[in-house]
Nanobody
Framework: QVQLVESGGSSVQAGDSLRLSCAGS????????MAWFRQAPGHEREFVAG????????YYTDSVKGRFIISRDDAKNTLYLQMNSLKPEDTAAYYC??????????????????WGQGTQVTVSS
């Protein structure tokens, strides 16, 4: 069974940092493009960041550029999202996803094949 399991979500203060992890199992994800999405209550799921096979290419939504860093450790089959200078508007459930298109790092949720169950990040002012 293929699984992506997120962890690292927490309640923090504005300006704090968090690192999210997404551990894959049941399949080797090293040839996949991978991404983080988030969904706040009452809002649609939105793309946060994507990373290609081997990490050659990354892509971020404008609101997190310069604050968030996506990375991957293929030896551990794990995806990360380092989140710095957190803001209340970053509050959401964060989901990792993977696509068999190894170079895809874009925002189309339909392009991703596997999804985690989400981890909650709450940022208070």
């Amino acid at each position: 069974q293929v699984q992506l399991v997120e962890s690292g979500g927490s309640s923090v203060q504005a300006g704090d940092s968090l690192r999210l992890s997404c551990a894959g199992s049941g399949r080797t994800f090293n040839k996949d493009g991978m991404a983080w999405f988030r969904q706040a209550p009452g809002h649609e799921r939105e793309f946060v960041a994507g990373i290609s096979q081997y990490g050659y290419t990354t892509y971020y939504t404008d609101s997190v550029k310069g604050r968030f860093i996506i990375s991957r450790d293929d030896a551990k089959n794990t995806l990360y999202l380092q989140m710095n200078s957190l803001k209340p508007e970053d509050t959401a459930a964060y989901y990792c996803a993977s696509t068999r298109y190894s170079e895809y790092v874009g925002p189309s949720a339909r392009s991703y094949d596997y999804w985690g169950q989400g981890t909650q990040v709450t940022v208070s002012s």
